[in-house]
């Protein structure tokens, strides 16, 4: 059983940045492939990044490439997303989560689940 618990989210103008953080509990976090995820009211829960378990490979969602990183500290049981540029677009609550499915881009390939964190862009 693993926890999740992001931060780090917050208002932000077009071109800024931001990086979220996500804490797990649980001594087998570098066992689970880790995504973030994002909601924007009114719409589906949509992929973003994910990071295999030694944190060796990426994958990311083509609207977010070259712009989010995401990585993670298994020392630290905790996952990161660096996002820069910004855009009003990538308004949305962000969520992280794990699971075992590797580079999974469905919401149901992932069993745990952190609580979100709102990242808010302005024109």
């Known amino acids: 059983q693993v926890q999740l618990v992001e931060s780090g989210g917050g208002l932000v103008q077009a071109g800024g940045s931001l990086r979220l953080s996500c804490a797990a509990s649980?001594?087998?976090?570098?066992?689970?492939?880790m995504g973030w995820f994002r909601q924007a009211p009114g719409k589906e829960r949509e992929f973003v990044a994910a990071?295999?378990?030694?944190?060796?490979?990426?994958a990311y969602a083509d609207s977010v490439k070259d712009r989010f990183t995401i990585s993670r500290d298994n020392a630290k049981n905790t996952i990161y997303l660096r996002m820069t540029s910004l855009k009003p677009v990538d308004t949305a609550v962000y969520f992280c989560?794990?699971?075992?499915?590797?580079?999974?881009?469905?919401?149901?390939?992932?069993?745990?689940w952190g609580q979100g964190t709102q990242v808010t862009v302005s024109s």
């Open positions: 989560a794990a699971g075992v499915v590797i580079f999974g881009r469905r919401p149901d390939q992932y069993g745990h």
């Open positions: 990071i295999t378990g030694s944190g060796g490979s990426t």
């Open positions: 649980g001594r087998t976090f570098s066992g689970y492939i």
